[in-house]
């Protein structure tokens, strides 16, 4: 039986600068408490044109088990591959620097993990808690509909966090080539492709205003449409 033993946990950063170190203590506190030593925090910085790249420079001297490593441009697709395949630890996560999502999923997972391959936090779950504006809601409860009409899939939220053995993260993330989010998309449906055994559990979501202007959001769906109909034409 695969057991899990520590924790990798990468951070994707991008312009970041006004909750970058407070975030990571918070982190850092949390994994300490929860693994004592027993894990590492992979931040990857990406493209960003603030101080995030100075103060993740300044963490990595902070916290001995932070390592800090800084991609040219911005890529959340790029910086989610980037951080799984450098993970050294049995069990690889990536999770938000913002906290939207409740970090309390990363030892529920580590709980889950020797008996799937891979748990799923999902947002849509009877006992999860989501608070968010009614739009964004929406769209999500849309984007993931289609997602599984389209592939004939039957996921509680497409836009999951994920945590994986790490052998198998890294096996799957060779296999993506998502830029952006869609990253997340493009790994359940490798999920379901390879009839991987997974386990979904209920994932807290909080954010209380709409972090992007409108039109940012209007163009990351319609680049997302394009992109699934491209992923379901080579699958």
């Known amino acids: 039986m695969y057991k899990i033993q520590n924790v990798s946990i990468v951070i994707p950063a991008h312009n970041e600068e006004n909750n970058l170190r407070l975030n990571i203590k918070t982190i850092h506190e949390y994994l300490a408490k929860l693994l004592g030593c027993n894990f590492e925090i992979i931040l990857v910085e990406n493209g960003s044109t603030d101080r995030t790249a100075v103060i993740a420079k300044e963490l990595e001297t ?3 088990n932070l390592k800090a490593f800084f991609l040219p441009t911005p890529s959340y697709g790029e910086a989610y591959r980037y ?51 009614s739009i964004r809601n929406l769209i999500s409860r849309v984007h993931t509909k289609f997602v599984n009409t389209l592939f004939d899939m039957h996921y509680n939220d497409v836009n999951c966090l994920k945590a994986f053995r790490t052998p198998v993260g890294k096996k799957l993330v060779k296999l993506t080539t998502a830029k952006g989010p869609f990253i997340e998309v493009e790994l359940v449906c490798l999920l379901n492709a390879k009839s991987l055994k997974f386990y979904e559990i209920p994932l807290n979501h909080i954010e209380e205003e709409i972090a992007r202007h409108p039109l940012y959001i209007v163009r990351s769906i319609l680049k997302n449409f394009i992109e699934l109909f491209k992923l379901k034409f080579h699958k």
Do not use: C, W
Request: no cysteine; net charge positive.
């Open 62 to 64: 902070e916290y001995p």
């Open 83 to 133: 951080g799984i395949l450098r993970a050294n630890y049995d069990m690889v996560t990536v999770h938000p620097v913002d906290l939207a999502f409740s970090l309390n999923f990363i030892e529920r997972a580590y709980r889950l993990l020797n008996k799937f391959t891979v748990i799923l936090g999902v947002r849509y779950h009877q006992k999860s808690k989501v608070s968010r504006p």
